[in-house]
């Protein structure tokens, strides 16, 4: 049973349109996350929400949406898309304790190529 | 803000060999350490976690990490490089936020393996 799966894998399209990417752990976590890696494999969060609520909004374009209908899934929509947006975008999932950090389950990731 | 640097961006051994991939940590308090690895178009998978406990953490595949205070370092290590090790490695630090975990990456460190 795959942890994080992410849908779809690869997403090519061109410039202006927008799309969604979708995510969802099967691990009973309760909080979920979406990271960006650029070109040079850097890797930096974008959201994390906790139970439906948002808790982290790193200095992202409001093109970017992110929407989490119940704590097992979250969505990612992006508006407009720009070549500056072609990356490969990660979903992850943690269990938060705030006595300590656990570390996060990543998913397969989303190579999204913007022409 | 809490930051990691890995010193090198690429390193080479050959297969049966020690293999050393170094951390150094910035953080204004006692900090949760990770190393994370990405196979080639794959997930990020956590190969250890540093929160507070033995200084001297294992993890999976025969990796072990080390936390010195005094050196603020995290290094990782393996006794003997096999061909499957071949990947990019992240050293990542946790910020703790109220619901949620924020990893902070390092660059990355590209291991290859010669046999």
């Known amino acids: 049973d795959t942890a994080v799966s992410q849908t779809p894998k690869y997403l090519v399209t061109q410039m202006g349109n927008d799309k969604s990417i979708k995510c969802e752990q099967n691990l009973g976590h309760d909080t979920m996350y979406w990271y960006k890696q650029d070109s040079k494999k850097f890797l930096k969060i974008m959201f994390s929400y906790n139970n439906k609520e948002l808790i982290i909004n790193e200095t992202v374009p409001n093109r970017f949406s992110p929407k989490s209908p119940d704590k097992a899934h979250l969505n990612l929509h992006i508006n407009s898309l720009e070549l500056g947006d072609s990356a490969v975008y990660f979903c992850?999932?943690?269990?938060?304790?705030?006595?300590?950090?656990?570390?996060?389950?990543f998913g397969p990731g989303t190579r999204l190529t913007v022409l | 803000a809490q930051s990691v640097t890995q010193l090198d961006s690429h390193v080479s051994v050959s297969e049966g060999t020690p293999v050393l991939l170094r951390c150094n940590y910035s953080s204004s308090y006692s900090p949760s350490l990770f190393w994370y690895v990405q196979h080639p178009n794959k997930g990020l998978q956590l190969l250890l976690k540093?929160?507070?406990?033995?200084?001297l953490v294992k993890g999976i595949n025969g990796f072990e990490a080390e936390f010195k205070k005094s050196e603020t370092s995290f290094h990782l290590t393996k006794p003997s490089a096999h061909m499957s090790d071949a990947a990019e490695y992240f050293c990542?630090?946790?910020?703790?936020?109220?619901?949620?975990?924020?990893?902070?990456f390092g660059q990355g460190t590209r291991l290859t393996i010669n046999p």
């Open positions: 992850a999932s943690s269990q938060y304790r705030r006595s300590e950090s656990q570390g996060q389950f």
């Open positions: 540093y929160t507070s406990a033995a200084t």
């Open positions: 990542v630090v946790s910020e703790g936020i109220q619901g949620a975990q924020k990893l902070v």
